[in-house]
């Protein structure tokens, strides 16, 4: 049986938004051609994909079944699109990205012109924010994002690992004192990113300590936590792409460095679900995967 895969294409759509005509829109159809393309669908496979009221639809059990197949054959066909495309040297069109401000601009910003020098028939629209953007509703071909996913129908690609530590300026431990174990940190003027109050610490043993922690400020921005440490006002927690090239011009140290901090977070390249990759996107993230490794490596690869 062969299918149509734009028909797949917005079948994925429709499940992911619950809505044809939403995903129609996408696709740059009218309602009425939209729903016509999932009943010649559903009259291929000879069986019915959605439960259709006035207000809702929703997958039936043979929909849920042919989701996933209809996934994996989008993601075949784009790969072999992908490798066609690049090898044939047709790398064009518009690219949206967005991502981290704090990690893009030491690790994507400084290549942008090394990437559309090398690819002349591509423009890009780069988003920079420390806020997680909805890239479905927004139309983001690709995000950039550090830590732990939280569970979403979007794809996606580990790009690196994101080791992190515990850091702090020679002054702040000069003036007080420097920790011997996690318990220490009670003791401390400490600098959270985010919202956490708690840090965990693996021992080498693979005993994991919690430290609940306190201090006059807290920050959703990298950077911020940073320029906070350097100037010796605590101990901040940090990741070493973020903290790597002052730890090893020696203008902060690690602290608790036999332990490590949990969770063991990611780099990751996200995506919409359930469309295909287009070459200039594959050329974008395949480029940009290999800078951020080398300049991780540059920046803390001695430091692991």
Same mark, same amino acid.
């Given at each position: 049986?062969?299918?149509?895969?734009?028909?797949?294409?917005?079948?994925?759509?429709?499940?992911?938004?619950?809505?044809?005509?939403?995903?129609?829109?996408?696709?740059?159809?009218?309602?009425?051609?939209?729903?016509?393309?999932?009943?010649?669908?559903?009259?291929?496979?000879?069986?019915?994909?959605?439960?259709?009221?006035?207000?809702?639809?929703?997958?039936? *059990?043979? =929909? @849920?079944?042919? /989701?996933?197949?209809?996934?994996?054959?989008?993601?075949? &066909?784009?790969? $072999? +699109?992908?490798?066609?495309?690049?090898?044939?040297?047709?790398?064009?069109?518009?690219?949206?990205?967005?991502?981290?401000?704090?990690?893009?601009?030491?690790?994507?910003?400084?290549?942008?012109?090394?990437?559309?020098?090398?690819?002349?028939?591509?423009?890009?629209?780069?988003?920079?924010?420390?806020?997680?953007?909805?890239?479905?509703?927004?139309?983001?071909?690709?995000?950039?994002?550090?830590?732990?996913?939280?569970?979403?129908?979007?794809?996606?690609?580990?790009?690196?690992?994101?080791?992190?530590?515990?850091?702090?300026?020679?002054?702040?431990?000069?003036?007080?004192?420097?920790?011997?174990?996690?318990?220490?940190?009670?003791?401390?003027?400490?600098? *959270?990113? =985010? @919202?956490?109050? /708690?840090?965990?610490?693996?021992?080498?043993?693979?005993? &994991?300590?919690? $430290? +609940?922690?306190?201090?006059?400020?807290?920050?959703?921005?990298?950077?911020?936590?940073?320029?906070?440490?350097?100037?010796?006002?605590?101990?901040?927690?940090?990741?070493?792409?973020?903290?790597?090239?002052?730890?090893?011009?020696?203008?902060?140290?690690?602290?608790?460095?036999?332990?490590?901090?949990?969770?063991?977070?990611?780099?990751?390249?996200?995506?919409?679900?359930?469309?295909?990759?287009?070459?200039?996107?594959?050329?974008?993230?395949?480029?940009?995967?290999?800078?951020?490794?080398?300049?991780?490596?540059?920046?803390?690869?001695?430091?692991?």
């Amino acid at each position: 049986m062969s299918f149509d895969v734009k028909n797949l294409e917005l079948f994925v759509r429709v499940a992911a938004l619950g809505a044809i005509g939403r995903a129609g829109t996408e696709f740059k159809l009218s309602p009425t051609n939209a729903t016509q393309r999932i009943q010649a669908l559903e009259a291929e496979l000879g069986v019915k994909l959605f439960n259709r009221t006035t207000r809702a639809i929703s997958l039936t *059990p043979d =929909g @849920e079944i042919f /989701l996933e197949h209809a996934k994996r054959i989008l993601n075949d &066909v784009e790969d $072999a +699109r992908s490798a066609l495309s690049l090898t044939a040297k047709s790398v064009a069109g518009h690219i949206r990205v967005t991502s981290s401000a704090s990690f893009a601009r030491s690790h994507i910003v400084p290549f942008i012109p090394e990437f559309i020098d090398q690819y002349r028939d591509v423009t890009l629209d780069l988003n920079l924010t420390d806020s997680i953007v909805d890239i479905v509703e927004q139309g983001y071909d690709l995000a950039f994002r550090i830590g732990e996913l939280v569970p979403s129908t979007l794809l996606a690609q580990k790009i690196d690992d994101n080791p992190q530590a515990l850091v702090a300026s020679p002054e702040y431990l000069a003036r007080s004192g420097t920790p011997e174990t996690p318990a220490d940190l009670a003791d401390h003027i400490c600098i *959270p990113l =985010g @919202e956490t109050r /708690l840090w965990r610490l693996m021992a080498e043993d693979g005993t &994991v300590h919690e $430290a +609940r922690i306190t201090g006059p400020v807290k920050v959703n921005l990298g950077n911020a936590v940073g320029a906070w440490v350097l100037a010796g006002m605590g101990i901040g927690h940090t990741a070493l792409w973020h903290s790597g090239p002052d730890l090893k011009a020696g203008r902060l140290v690690q602290v608790l460095p036999k332990f490590k901090l949990r969770p063991d977070t990611k780099i990751w390249a996200v995506r919409p679900p359930g469309r295909l990759m287009p070459a200039r996107v594959k050329a974008f993230l395949d480029f940009m995967q290999s800078r951020i490794i080398e300049t991780n490596q540059a920046q803390y690869g001695t430091l692991l």
